[in-house]
């Protein structure tokens, strides 16, 4: 699945071989650190991709050459 998610988020669909695409919106501070984490889509519905994706986000670091607080979105893909 391409990231180390939480045990038991979108499991089923990863042994049904079904990926999935979610988009998250980041706060994300002016250390890099993501403060806070929103599913703005998430496709196909109903597999818990989009709890997949907020425990993977949730972990990301970025350089944040503005330093300050920034909002940006974000793709995560999970392949069959």
Do not use: C, R, W
Not at 73 to 79: H, T, W
């Amino acid at each position: 699945y391409g990231v180390d998610v939480a045990k038991g988020n979108a499991e089923g669909a990863k042994k049904a071989g079904i990926g999935g695409i979610v988009v998250v919106d980041l706060l994300v501070n002016d250390m890099g650190q993501v403060l806070e984490a929103q599913v703005v889509s998430e496709s196909p519905p109903g597999q818990d991709f989009g709890l997949a994706a907020l425990d993977a986000t949730k972990t990301y670091e970025f350089k944040n050459p503005l330093h300050k607080l920034v909002l940006m979105s974000v793709k995560v893909e999970f392949k069959p």
